[in-house]
């Protein structure tokens, strides 16, 4: 079977879907690895790296491959020259990209949505989006830092004492915990706030305080980990509670998503205005709507003299690191779905079930199924 790794057209996309050094792994399972001309030139990696390792070039991949490595949702043209019962592998935008998805049922393409890993042990070295979560969290502080007229970390000097940064992240999932993390080692004073409770020995272990509200969280966690949406009520509770933390801070993290809702609002335009002016937020949820009331996805803007930065793609930004993480965990779920060097498909395995979106024709996984409104077959 051929594999097949495209160059990303999707725009500022600069990561690449497979790095030289898992070509070996892939054609020692007996694959045959064709990565299209330039495919890795802007995370770093370049044709001849490739071709070192092992795998060919070609001008064009997606007539030829049996399976696609993606990072972006495949456009409809490029759905359109993928040949029929081909395997696609990468992050699909499943609740989003609804005509994408009817296509590929339409072209009986078997489709795997990263995003759609299943969290339990078995799947971690599967775990794209927390691996991509992880560079969201890093690179929001260093944003934050860039643009905050202070310093992050407690200064003693012959000019005076400087005064430590007071950070607030709220949302302690993967992105969360490394914005904590980064934002400690810079020296800032951190709080964390999220809706789970069982998250707060994580945020304790690294040195922030947990912010506590008198709220009732006992089904703020699904079951597969994941944030659960809760009724406007409670937000609008949290809202009340959580503004003095929000105005006594330097700079405000977000990072709240529920999969496949727009994300909660958290932060009011009143509690922007109780901001001190130079406050900087770094809402990493910008791509499904924000949770500051005043984010514009992919734009920085000021309001009452605080800096809203709504990053989209924050790991495009680091494509080399972003590349070697996305690929692995890529690589590692082709691997579970190989068996004598094809793809075997077991619909009972919660690993292969779990990000599987369409197969021979139908929409299968039920909540994308739902929010597409479509038959379970495509005509």
Do not use: W
Request: one cysteine or more.
């Amino acid at each position: 079977m051929i594999v097949g790794v495209p160059t990303e057209k999707f725009p500022g996309e600069r990561r690449v879907a497979l790095v030289p050094e898992l070509v070996p792994k892939l054609t020692k399972a007996g694959l045959e690895v064709l990565v299209q001309s330039g495919a890795g030139a802007a995370a770093g990696f370049s044709d001849r790296s490739y071709l070192e390792r092992g795998a060919r070039l070609e001008p064009e991949i997606f007539q030829r491959a049996d399976i696609l490595l993606k990072v972006q949702p495949p456009t409809a043209d490029e759905i359109g020259r993928m040949k029929e019962g081909s395997t696609l592998i990468g992050f699909l935008q499943p609740y989003t990209s609804t005509a994408e998805i009817r296509t590929l049922a339409a072209r009986r393409v078997t489709a795997f949505s990263m995003e759609l890993m299943p969290r339990i042990t078995r799947a971690q070295p599967m775990d794209a989006l927390s691996a991509m979560s992880t560079i969201s969290g890093y690179k929001a502080v260093l944003l934050a830092a860039s643009r905050l007229p202070k310093l992050f970390p407690l200064l003693m000097t012959a000019a005076g004492t400087i005064t430590p940064a007071r950070v607030l992240i709220i949302g302690a999932g993967v992105a969360g915990l490394q914005a904590i993390g980064t934002a400690k080692r810079l020296g800032a004073v951190v709080e964390a706030y999220d809706t789970r409770p069982t998250v707060r020995e994580q945020v304790e272990s690294l040195g922030a305080r947990f912010v506590e509200v008198d709220l009732e969280t006992k089904d703020a966690e699904d079951k597969t980990g994941y944030a659960r949406a809760q009724s406007e009520e409670f937000y609008t509770q949290q809202r009340q509670m959580m503004s003095r933390y929000v105005t006594g801070a330097d700079v405000v993290i977000t990072t709240a998503l529920v999969p496949g809702r727009r994300a909660p609002v958290l932060i009011t335009e009143e509690m922007v205005q109780g901001m001190r002016a130079g406050s900087v937020i770094v809402d990493l949820a910008a791509e499904q709507g924000g949770n500051c009331a005043l984010t514009e996805p992919g734009q920085e803007v000021i309001r009452h003299g605080v800096v809203v930065i709504g990053p989209t793609n924050l790991p495009s930004t680091v494509p080399l690191h972003a590349s070697q993480m996305y690929a692995r965990t890529v690589t590692n779920f082709l691997m579970h779905l190989l068996q004598d060097g094809r793809v075997h498909l077991d619909l009972n395995d919660e690993l292969t079930r779990g990000p599987l979106v369409v197969h021979q024709g139908e929409i299968l996984h039920a909540a994308v199924k739902a929010r597409l409104s479509v038959g379970a077959k495509v005509s």
